[in-house]
């Protein structure tokens, strides 16, 4: 039982490349949130999918979209990265109440 | 608009010296409020749900309390092993989570 899990661990891209990153879960959760976490900042919402085949904007989705490939996947891409999108990049996901974390994407954007 | 702060920011203790972490909220409404812990270059790792006031729940030698307004995570007696940044979250009915920017914990051998 692995539980969360996303790839790559750790990304460099230039200013306006393009980058997906992958989440995976093995615990049959309907529920799956992107975050990214910035020094000072707490998690930040970008992107929810309650359940497969939907997905809602969270509090920061400008310049990242998403797809709920299937109950189990849930990627976020960034179409033309930005300075600004450097950050830690965390994948969860829930049944009832308690989230449960990936081990995270460190991006850096040059 | 919802928010939770938490303090201090970064906290030393040496081994053995217990101390608490405040996590406060201002929120729309409480469905529940989540403890999580973190350690360095790795995701959040739940440690308790509180879903009203009074409420408290133990693990080893950590107590989390919750009031109306806040709520407290008791170290009693950490050891090193419990050094990690603390990170409170509040479920306030909508979409997801809001989460606090955490405490930094430091604890000295």
């Known amino acids: 039982n692995a539980g969360v899990t996303q790839t790559p661990k750790f990304q460099v891209l230039k200013t306006g490349q393009s980058m997906t990153l992958q989440c995976a879960q093995d615990m049959n959760h309907n529920s799956m949130y992107w975050y990214r976490q910035d020094p000072g900042m707490g998690l930040r919402l970008i992107y929810y999918s309650a359940s497969e085949g939907t997905t809602d904007k969270g509090e920061v989705p400008n310049g990242y979209n998403v797809s709920r490939l299937n109950k189990r996947e849930f990627s976020l891409r960034l179409e033309s990265a930005a300075p600004s999108q450097t950050s830690v990049y965390f994948c969860?996901?829930?049944?009832?109440?308690?989230?449960?974390f990936g081990p995270g994407t460190r991006l850096t954007v040059l | 608009e919802d928010q939770v702060t938490q303090s201090p920011e970064a906290l030393r203790l040496q081994e053995g010296e217990s101390s608490s972490l405040n996590c406060s909220y201002t929120v729309s409404g409480l469905r529940g409020l989540f403890w999580y812990r973190q350690d360095p270059g790795k995701g959040p790792e739940f440690l308790f749900t509180l879903y009203s006031a009074g409420e408290e729940k133990e693990k080893e030698r950590l107590k989390a309390t919750l009031t109306k307004k806040e709520s407290f995570l008791h170290i009693t007696a950490p050891k090193p092993e419990d050094s990690a940044t603390y990170l409170c979250a509040v479920d306030n009915y909508g979409q997801n989570f809001v989460f606090g920017p955490g405490t930094r914990l430091s604890v000295l051998p």
């Open positions: 969860a996901s829930s049944y009832t109440s308690e989230e449960f």
